[in-house]
Nanobody
Framework: QLQLVESGGGLVQAGGSLRLACAAS???????MGWFRQRPGNKREFVAA????????YYADSVKGRFTIARDNDRNTAFLQMDILTPDDADIYFC?????????????????WGQGIQVTVSS
């Protein structure tokens, strides 16, 4: 059982940056890692994903060019660098791990989830 814990969220002004981290309780080398976000009452939305090696990344169109996903397998940690934040980016962000190497935009393909962390962007 892999446990994931997010950190790095908080309040930032529009145009600012935040860096989220996702620390895993065990090795993540076998897993693709993803970030999703969700507002109350809405479906969980794909943000970004990275392959086990870090060599392939995927982004939602809404964050492409502003967000960067990365991973450090030696530290069992994944990251989401978020730049040029807008109020539309304000959500609860979740880290997730998947044993799959494809279809990583679908939250149903992730077996492990963090508890979520709040990101607030003031205008």
């Amino acid at each position: 059982q892999l446990q994931l814990v997010e950190s790095g969220g908080g309040l930032v002004q529009a145009g600012g940056s935040l860096r989220l981290a996702c620390a895993a309780s065990g090795p993540i080398l076998r897993y693709s890692m993803g970030w999703f976000r969700q507002r109350p009452g809405n479906k969980r939305e794909f943000v970004a994903a990275v392959s086990w090696s870090g060599g392939t990344t995927y982004y939602a169109d809404s964050v492409k060019g502003r967000f960067t996903i990365a991973r450090d397998n030696d530290r069992n940690t994944a990251f989401l660098q978020m730049d040029i934040l807008t109020p539309d980016d304000a959500d609860i962000y979740f880290c997730a791990a998947s044993a799959r190497i494809s279809m990583l935009t679908n939250p149903n393909n992730y077996a492990y989830w963090g508890q979520g962390i709040q990101v607030t962007v003031s205008s």
